[in-house]
């Protein structure tokens, strides 16, 4: 798989490795994740819905024999939401609104067989990019954690500047957009607990 966004793009050359030739491919599945060679999320977020479709299967045949809720929203946790969470942290921000309103009904269904209020996909995202941020900080040998630095400002974090759009829909930017709301609204509700006490 090559990718390449130039203008101009040429044709790469053959690779051969033992003597033998190297396809070309337009997709790849890596670690249970299809990427394609102009980095869309079309195609793993239409294999993640179909699996996570198959699995509202035997959900529904869960309420037939009348489990409680606590049991079905545990069955949801453990075959269905571990599908809608596999890299979600990594394709949800560069994914279109389209393709998380399907991601999303596939939890309204859920919802509708279990009679209760599941986490939404945002909020799946938010929780999984916190832990990944949170580590990210805690490693001080980890390259991205130069990012995690606020400005003199306190405000706001470093960011690195790109033309494009497509860095800004990347894992990285969301990570440190979700570590500094996060600590942004601590500061500010212990900051408003002491106006209070006071």
């Known amino acids: 798989m090559v990718v390449d966004f130039r203008r101009n793009r040429v044709p790469p050359s053959p690779i051969t490795l033992c003597d033998s030739p190297v396809t070309i491919v337009d997709s790849f599945r890596f670690l249970g994740s299809i990427i394609t060679q102009d980095l869309k999320w079309e195609l793993n977020i239409s294999s993640i819905t179909k699996k996570a479709q198959q699995r509202l299967f035997f959900l529904r045949q869960l309420k037939k024999f009348n489990l409680p809720k606590t049991m079905m929203v545990h069955f949801y946790t453990a075959i ?17 609104a389209k393709d998380k309103g399907r991601l999303q009904r596939v939890i309204r269904s859920a919802e509708r067989v279990i009679g209760c209020h599941l986490p939404s996909l945002q909020d799946l995202f938010t929780s999984r990019s916190l832990k990944r941020a949170k580590k990210i900080v805690a490693d001080p040998s980890h390259p991205g954690q130069k990012l995690f630095v606020p400005l003199p400002s306190g405000r706001r974090l470093r960011s690195i500047r790109t033309k494009t759009s ?22 500010t509700l212990s900051s408003l607990v002491t106006f209070i006490t006071f």
């Open 80 to 96: 269905m939401e571990s599908i809608l969470c596999s890299s979600i942290s990594v394709w949800y921000a560069a994914a279109t």
């Open 166 to 187: 497509r860095h800004t829909n990347s894992s990285s930017p969301s990570y440190c957009t979700c570590h500094f709301n996060c600590n942004f609204s601590l500061v």
